[in-house]
């Protein structure tokens, strides 16, 4: 059983970044793949971001490369979801997820946080 909880997410002018952070419970963080989300209003829930259980490979959305950097500290049990460059479009609420593998498809995450507000204005 892992649980966990999400945080720094905030209203950000565009352009401007935010780092958010997804703290794990439990002993076997290192032995899952991790995601990062997001839903908008209105619109289902999109993948953004996913990253190996060691950290050396990670993956990402069309729609973020570039912009966004996932990484992970197995060690903190904690993973990180750097965002640059925010536009307008990228508001929304932004869950992390541990799974199996680092894939884009939510179906194969078992865990999943509550989720943070992250709102852009223009």
């Known amino acids: 059983q892992v649980q966990l909880v999400e945080s720094g997410g905030g209203l950000v002018q565009a352009g401007g970044s935010l780092r958010l952070s997804c703290a794990a419970s439990?002993?076997?963080?290192?032995?899952?793949?991790m995601g990062w989300f997001r839903q908008a209003p209105g619109k289902e829930r999109e993948f953004v971001a996913a990253?190996?259980?060691?950290?050396?490979?990670?993956y990402y959305a069309d729609s973020v490369k570039g912009r966004f950097t996932i990484s992970r500290d197995n060690a903190l049990n904690t993973v990180y979801l750097q965002m640059n460059s925010l536009k307008p479009e990228d508001t929304a609420v932004y869950y992390c997820a541990a799974g199996t593998a680092m894939v884009a498809a939510a179906t194969r995450y078992n865990y999943w946080g509550l989720g943070t507000q992250v709102t852009v204005s223009s």
């Open positions: 990253i190996s259980r060691s950290g050396a490979s990670t």
């Open positions: 439990g002993r076997t963080f290192s032995s899952y793949a």
